[in-house]
């Protein structure tokens, strides 16, 4: 850092500063009683020339002019002498301080350079020329500011990094901008893919909503038919057919939209795995109350024939809170009433979840309790930090304020686990395999969640090639699985007590 030391503060910056000429009086008074301090330059009969210490030059007509006293040194020759004689610390402080008070401004900073140059470590002159320490060096705001761009830069090089267009960032990523490719969660992809992720699609050289159309049809439709007061809304992959208030909605299809991209980065899907077609969007009807799912259930069987596959499809529903559906429609339906709106988002979430998952690969090779259910439960889990939606057989449902075991509440699953697993209790997976809907209660929908979060993070490419061949007709869970991990169902409940039990950790 430069510092001006005290020989060029007196006869650099202050001689600079006086005139040439005799210090002699300096003090000009006008008729009006304003005094002028400075140097007088020059005084005749018509004028007076002086050089005041802080104004600039002045020229006064002479008629304007009361007095002139020469009696009195200018204050800059003042400060000049008192620099020169300024040996030591205190005395440049004594400076300082008669300077401040004259009006000096600018001066200041010199003087107090002056005293840093003998008293490098004065607290009181550094903090008024707004100097800071930093690193254990003195330095000015210029200076700090360099010397921590200088320290960041050197920080990012360490990890790796490499500037591009003024922003740090990793070799792949500057290779991908290069090459005109944009984030999207963890991938870097083609504009028209990072497009087409958020359900749009270029038409006469604009991105518009896949579906929009579409949707707003079907939702004239079901108000006009269901005699349900229902709004339309559109998400990138989701069609909300609305009852609720428009923000309990927007909630809903921002949840429904990240299951859908944890979804898509676990299972890597292809087109022919899940063709991203408005046929294939879901379609979330979200009603109040229970009047409202009847009314919109009954449009749904007339429309779609939905008791040709579920005899008694009306009438079962009225005994639920919600059903989904995947035969050449993707729909599920959902009423709030009594829930809240988080029991009721986790709801919504967990059937998409279903059916993600059942549609995955098109060919409705349905998955088995266990893994549908723990694979909805994961997206809810991962997605929302938090599941609520308990409603399968002897399990029972947690909301409307009832008061359910530990299993009910999310919070508790991983220390539910625990216990169960160190006491030997935890529902062995072969047997849960076996289930039907009527008999899966709590325990072994938490497993079911906790076996899907393990094999994902045991190896996700290896999950999604246990699915990939789970679905194929003829092969069972159990093959896909040995094919896919090397274990069988038993030996995948060893290592997963072992995950369990080393802190939820893959051992």
Not at 340 to 357: D, F, P, R
Not at 398 to 410: F, I, M, T
Not at 471 to 480: F, P, V
Request: glycine share 6%.
């Amino acid at each position: 850092m430069h510092r001006t030391p005290l020989l060029s503060f007196c006869l650099a910056a202050l001689l600079s500063l006086a005139a040439a000429v005799p210090a002699l009086a300096h003090e000009v008074v006008l008729n009006d009683g304003t005094k002028l301090e400075g140097k007088v330059l020059r005084k005749d009969e018509k004028e007076v020339v002086i050089e005041t210490t802080f104004d600039g030059m002045k020229t006064l007509k002479r008629a304007d002019v009361k007095s002139v006293n020469e009696n009195v040194p200018p204050l800059r020759d003042q400060l000049k002498y008192r620099a020169s004689t300024a040996k030591n610390v205190e005395e440049r402080w004594d400076l300082y301080t008669w300077a401040k008070r004259r009006g000096f401004v600018e001066e200041l900073g010199y003087i107090l350079e002056a005293i840093v140059d003998l008293k490098p470590d004065d607290r009181k002159a550094r903090k008024l020329l707004g100097h800071k320490k930093v690193d254990g060096a003195w330095m000015t705001p210029e200076d700090e500011k360099k010397h921590l761009a200088e320290k960041f830069a050197a920080e990012q090089r360490a990890k790796g990094l490499v500037l591009y267009e003024g922003a740090w960032v990793t070799p792949e990523e500057r290779d991908a901008r290069e090459k005109g490719l944009l984030k999207d969660g963890d991938d870097w992809v083609t504009e028209e893919e990072w497009h087409k992720r958020r359900g749009e699609k270029l038409v006469g050289g604009k991105w518009i909503k896949v579906g929009f159309a579409e949707g707003k049809l079907l939702g004239a439709k079901v108000l006009r038919e269901s005699r349900v007061k229902v709004a339309y809304h559109w998400g990138p992959h989701f069609d909300a057919i609305a009852e609720v208030n428009p923000e309990v909605t927007k909630r809903i299809l921002k949840a429904c939209e990240k299951a859908y991209s944890k979804m898509r980065s676990t299972l890597r899907p292809t087109e022919e795995d899940y063709p991203d077609v408005v046929e294939e969007r879901i379609r979330l009807a979200l009603m109040k109350k229970l009047p409202g799912f009847v009314r919109f259930s009954k449009w749904f069987d007339k429309t779609y024939d939905a008791d040709s596959l579920v005899p008694g499809f009306v009438r079962a529903i009225q005994r639920q809170h919600s059903w989904w559906w995947v035969q050449d429609h993707r729909w599920t339906a959902n009423y709030q009433f009594p829930n809240t709106e988080k029991t009721y988002v986790s709801n919504v979430v967990h059937n998409a979840g279903l059916i993600m998952l059942t549609r995955y690969k098109a060919n409705y090779a349905f998955p088995s309790v266990w893994l549908r259910e723990g694979f909805a439960y994961f997206l809810e889990m991962e997605t929302l930090g938090y599941s609520q939606s308990f409603s399968l057989g002897r399990g029972g449902s947690a909301g409307a304020g009832v008061k359910g075991p530990a299993w009910a509440d999310s919070e508790q699953w991983r220390a539910a686990l625990r216990k169960t697993v160190t006491e030997g209790l935890d529902p062995p997976l072969r047997r849960m395999a076996k289930m039907g809907v009527d008999r899966v209660g709590y325990e072994e929908l938490v497993k079911s969640w906790s076996i899907v979060e393990f094999l994902t993070r045991w190896d996700a490419k290896k999950f999604k090639a246990f699915i990939d061949q789970s679905k194929e007709r003829g092969t069972s869970e159990q093959d896909a699985l040995k094919a896919a991990f090397g274990v069988t169902y038993k030996q995948c409940d060893t290592k997963w007590r072992a995950y369990v039990t080393n802190g939820f950790k893959v051992p």
